[in-house]
């Protein structure tokens, strides 16, 4: 986990549209057990852009190579840590835009990650209102703004 001086970690997270399904991760909170959606991507490492981190982050976590297009969103959320124990957290994400260059790898309809502990799904953006993504207002923000407004959404692929 990468903080810097503030406390506060540094996320860059990437929205990709296929298909009108949205790439996303399903997760567990370990402390309450609650299961939830998160974007791909992760800590900004120092000296690493924001693009740059989302990039690695992708190649890391499925493989897969992208581009990064525009700043969508940024969030900043305080909460209580993931796991018992843990202390107060303070992120601030950073949204980009992105296309998918190359695919992730699959079998049987499942996509498979380098990391086990990943767990990527297509989420139809007809489902989008009732699954819950985090941050809410990530999510708010998604289901006012027209998907077909961005370069990320591509229906050809």
């Known amino acids: 986990m990468n903080t810097y001086d503030s406390g506060r970690e540094l996320i ?3 929205a990709i549209i296929q298909n009108d399904c949205i790439l996303v991760n399903q997760g567990q909170n370990k402390k309450s057990g609650e ?8 800590h ?7 693009a740059q981190a989302a990039q690695r982050e992708l190649e890391e976590e499925l493989a897969a190579q992208i581009e990064v297009g525009e700043l969508l969103f940024v969030s900043e959320q305080i909460y ?5 124990g843990d202390e107060q957290r303070h992120e601030l ?6 296309t998918l260059t ?3 790898r699959e079998e049987n309809g499942k996509i498979l990650s380098p990391e086990k502990s990943k767990n990527f799904q297509w989420l139809p953006l007809t489902q989008l209102a009732d ?4 941050p809410r207002s990530l999510k708010q923000f998604l ?3 027209s998907p077909a407004r961005y370069a990320f959404h591509d229906d050809t692929q």
């Open 143 to 145: 289901l006012k703004e």
């Open 131 to 134: 699954a819950n993504l985090l």
């Open 35 to 42: 299961q939830y959606f998160a974007l791909p991507g992760g």
């Open 80 to 84: 209580e840590g993931r796991k018992k």
């Open 12 to 14: 860059a997270r990437v």
């Open 44 to 50: 900004v490492d120092p000296g690493e852009s924001c």
């Open 102 to 104: 190359t695919a992730p």
């Open 93 to 98: 994400t950073l949204v980009f835009a992105a």
